[in-house]
């Protein structure tokens, strides 16, 4: 089955800096890849998201981009706030339900 | 709309009892899933189903069962518990074609 790996596990960065998060993954049939940030006691809630047949995507201050041949995509946050602080997860799924999430990154943004 | 929700939101119980935990969603919603979350180890699926009638199993299903009687409903239950199966449990949905909606979780302790 698919298997995610995350990195870093932690990530500290100064507010104003720019956060990187990259993630693996090793099944080649995997065609969707979301971004998920939990904040504390809450459910993980989707930030972006990408399919296999974009290379990268932007939303304001986030942005991903994959390489389906290395078989990696990452998660780039610029100009992080404090409010960015939270744990962040990258997953990868061939069928929507069928979701493999990477262990996590735990981002805090020092003001 | 409610989105997903989900109950009780904290329970104990002891080696061997047996219990229910409740998700609904009101965003019609064909595919649901049940996801445990355990330090160091991000989000593992446990079941699925997408559609009414419809389940399938995750990456860990043992000690768990769920049925989909309902669009609306997909409750997962505990046949015996075991103290393995301490965790923090999440119910999502998604329309089959983006990112899934989680619910705010339910933590469970088995002693």
């Known amino acids: 089955g698919e298997n995610v790996e995350q990195h870093p596990s932690t990530l500290s960065v100064q507010e104003g800096d720019s956060a990187v998060i990259k993630c693996t993954y090793s099944d080649s049939a995997s065609n969707y890849f979301p971004w998920y940030k939990q904040e504390l006691g809450k459910g993980p809630q989707l930030i972006i998201d990408i399919r296999s047949n974009v290379g990268e995507k932007k939303d304001q201050r986030i942005a991903v981009t994959l390489n389906k041949t290395a078989k990696h995509f990452s998660l780039h946050i610029t100009e992080t706030q404090p409010e960015d602080s939270a744990v962040y997860f990258c997953?990868?799924?061939?069928?929507?339900?069928?979701?493999?999430f990477g262990a996590g990154t735990r981002l805090t943004v020092k003001p | 709309n409610a989105g997903v929700t989900q109950t009780p939101k904290f329970q104990v119980l002891k080696t061997g009892q047996s219990m229910t935990l409740q998700c609904a969603q009101d965003m019609n919603h064909e595919y649901m899933s049940w996801y445990r979350q355990d330090p160091g180890m991000g989000l593992r699926l446990i079941h699925y189903s997408v559609g009414a009638g419809i389940t399938d199993q995750g990456e860990v299903p043992n000690g768990y069962n769920v049925s989909r009687s309902t669009t609306e409903d997909f409750p997962l239950r505990l046949l015996s518990a075991a103290p393995s199966q301490t965790s923090v449990y999440f119910c999502a949905s998604s329309p089959g074609t983006g990112g899934q909606y989680f619910g705010p979780g339910t933590r469970l302790t088995v002693t």
């Open positions: 997953a990868a799924s061939t069928r929507n339900n069928d979701m493999r």
